[in-house]
């Protein structure tokens, strides 16, 4: 992004929450046994410490759409237990059961805040650890998992001004901040002194900074259907007798980088080609399809 108020849909796993202390009700019957607890998810119209604003009026959308609808009523609003970090556009939107921890069987606002009603889920893996570890007071963070269009305010700063899709919301546990939001009506200081939580022992799959952004355009599976259907590539490719080693998309120049090995050591040939109009137009169009 580097053009001002340039707007790139992107997949975001970003950390929405800090750690905060939740009130808990354990659940032993019929066999089961798990832990519940209503949880703050998200904070609109501020910036958050990731320099992202996220509007109130596109989220609540966002929340609103048919498939969190369903998930909720079906009782299937899972999330895992640390967010994916990968370039892999199929496991970024896939709720993995492996690693599934907890779901979520109400949402709802207040304010300009969202909440969610959290159950873990009764099992001997992630749903036991994220139970047991809350139960020893460990403090739980969220972590959105969503697919939304960021625009570029400044050098360091983003909007997210329209409706996204929204995936998920993973649990993470990150290293303990001084102050946290309890849910109901007012807000605590957590003790300074409590002890810091090493994120890595927490978050199976993730890593410890709460925040991934890949732009759509860098997942392999976009740039696998750029390079199969480009009008454009295809005939650099083929009238040069291109052998691409990697792609790249520059957004900047609206083009594709293709690099390709020379047989020279330290040696390689770069083409830039300029987008197609069609294909440029699926970017605005993913959101669509989710």
């Not at 119209?45 to 009523?73: C, D, G, T």
């Not at 003790?191 to 355009?217: C, H, W, Y």
């Not at 860098?218 to 740039?223: C, D, R």
């Not at 040696?267 to 830039?272: E, F, G, Q, Y």
Request: net charge negative.
């Amino acid at each position: 992004m580097e053009n001002a108020y340039e707007t790139i849909c992107c997949f975001v796993c970003e950390q929405t929450t800090e750690p905060q202390h939740v009130k808990v009700t354990e659940v032993k019957q019929d066999g089961l046994h798990y832990i519940k607890f209503p949880a703050l998810l998200q904070t609109y119209n501020v910036w958050n410490r990731n320099n992202r604003n996220y509007f109130l009026i596109p989220m609540k959308k966002s929340w609103q759409a048919a498939h969190i609808k369903e998930l909720i009523m079906r009782g299937d609003f899972w999330g895992e237990y640390g967010h994916p970090i990968t370039k892999d556009a199929k496991r970024i939107v896939t709720i993995d059961q492996k690693y599934c921890s907890h779901r979520f069987t109400n949402i709802w606002f207040k304010g300009n805040s969202v909440y969610g009603d959290v159950e873990t889920l009764n099992d001997d893996g992630y749903g036991k650890m994220f139970r047991m570890r809350t139960m020893q007071g460990c403090d739980p963070a969220f972590s959105l998992r969503a697919m939304v269009p960021l625009t570029k305010i400044d050098a360091v700063r983003c909007e997210v001004r329209e409706p996204g899709h929204i995936i998920t919301v993973d649990a993470v546990i990150l290293p303990s901040h001084d102050d946290a939001y309890i849910t109901g009506d007012v807000s605590e200081i957590i003790s300074k002194n409590r002890a810091s939580l090493e994120s890595s022992t927490f978050i199976p799959e993730g890593q410890g900074d709460g925040l991934m952004t890949i732009p759509v355009t860098e997942s392999a599976e976009w740039l696998s259907y750029v390079q199969e259907q480009s009008f454009n590539l295809k005939t650099v490719m083929n009238n040069f007798e291109v052998n691409a080693e990697s792609l790249r998309y520059d957004s900047k120049n609206d083009s594709v980088i293709v690099t390709e090995a020379t047989g020279v050591p330290g040696v390689k040939r770069t083409a830039i080609v300029k987008m197609d109009d069609y294909i440029r137009d699926e970017v605005s169009s993913m959101l669509a399809k989710f």
